[in-house]
């Protein structure tokens, strides 16, 4: 029922624990197939992939262009979009799975859905869970996850919305706006990923510009020129 699509550059460090969450969903029947997308990778990110049995395809770089090319070949009726340094916690694809039943016995009236994660981040600090609430609170108020929470989307939904475009950033963004707040919903089970970003820039100054970078979108400027403040 659910393909699971992975972009991926240079991952081979995050791929190994985000790729082991998702047996107990194979093992299951819950997700169907895994696809890694892969922008260029020089490290051992395809013989991960393959030796783990997922389906590796070639897509020109970029987040947008990754995911897209993932979803054009992937076979399931809905589909997973997950970053590869997120793991989802154990206990996800039961509750996927209990939504799919409530879709399917009518209790939720049309299938044309999508549903995040919960965020979290794989740090014990104090600044990680000040950050938690930051994103629990915005997602709340502004019914917007990003793709670092796990993206579940039905696959006409997907489609008839236009699908992923190629931006050099906020690619995460531009979907969920166009799926629209009231076929938004989200789940108990949490996206864990890794606090590497935030460690490498300091949590307050990573904060800091990802605000920038989304009051900026939401203003009109254009993702190209919103990529270049951002690296």
Not at 17 to 24: G, N, Q
Not at 138 to 162: A, H, K, M, S, T
Request: overall charge positive; glycine content about 8%.
């Amino acid at each position: 029922m659910l393909s699971v699509i992975i972009p991926t550059l240079n991952a081979e460090e995050t791929l190994p624990r985000t790729l082991a969450t998702l047996i107990p969903a194979v093992v299951h029947g819950v997700v169907r197939e895994v696809i890694i997308a892969d922008g260029g990778s020089t490290d051992g990110t395809a013989e991960i992939a393959e030796a783990c049995g997922a389906k590796l395809i070639r897509a020109p770089r970029g987040r947008g262009s990754q995911l897209a090319a993932g979803a054009s070949v992937a076979k399931g009726n809905w589909l997973l979009f997950l970053h590869a340094d997120t793991e989802l916690e154990p206990g996800w694809d039961a509750e996927v799975d209990k939504l799919f039943e409530r879709i399917a016995s009518g209790r939720i009236r049309s299938p044309e859905i999508a549903a995040a994660f919960r965020f979290a981040l794989d740090d014990f600090s104090g600044a990680a869970r000040f950050l938690e609430r930051i994103v629990a609170l915005r997602c709340f108020l502004l019914r917007l996850p990003y793709g670092d929470q796990g993206l579940i989307v039905n696959r006409r939904l997907y489609e008839r919305v236009g699908g992923f475009q190629t931006l050099p950033l906020m690619e995460d963004v531009d979907l969920i706006r166009r799926i629209g707040r009231r076929r938004l919903m989200f789940l108990r089970a949490r996206a864990v990923t890794s606090p590497e970003r935030y460690l490498r820039d300091g949590f307050a100054a990573r904060i800091a510009r990802n605000a920038l970078c989304i009051t900026l979108y939401y203003l009109g400027v254009p993702p190209r020129v919103i990529a270049r403040i951002y690296s």
